[in-house]
């Protein structure tokens, strides 16, 4: 017996660029599941990736964000 398809799983990489995002919390308010967070550093805001495990990559935080600081990778991986 032989395989005629293999599953594929979306493996997704998020990062934030801290030195460019602003704080503005655009994704925090559009991410639906709650995947961001806004934090107080050095006297200023920045959003922080808090949950990646639940990201499904929809890609409406690149949408949002206004500084371009969000980058997220999808990559199929055979199961």
Known sequence: ??????K?????SL????DICTGC???VIRCKRN????IQDKNRY???VASPE???????????CESGAI????????M
């Open 1 to 6: 017996m032989f395989k005629l398809f293999s």
């Open 35 to 38: 995947v961001f967070v806004l």
């Open 15 to 18: 990062y934030i660029n801290e």
């Open 8 to 12: 594929q799983k979306k493996v997704i």
């Open 46 to 48: 920045r959003a922080i």
């Open 54 to 64: 639940v990201c499904k990559g929809c890609s409406h935080c690149l949408e949002v």
């Open 71 to 78: 980058d997220l990778v999808k990559q199929a991986r055979a």
């Open 25 to 27: 919390g655009n994704c």
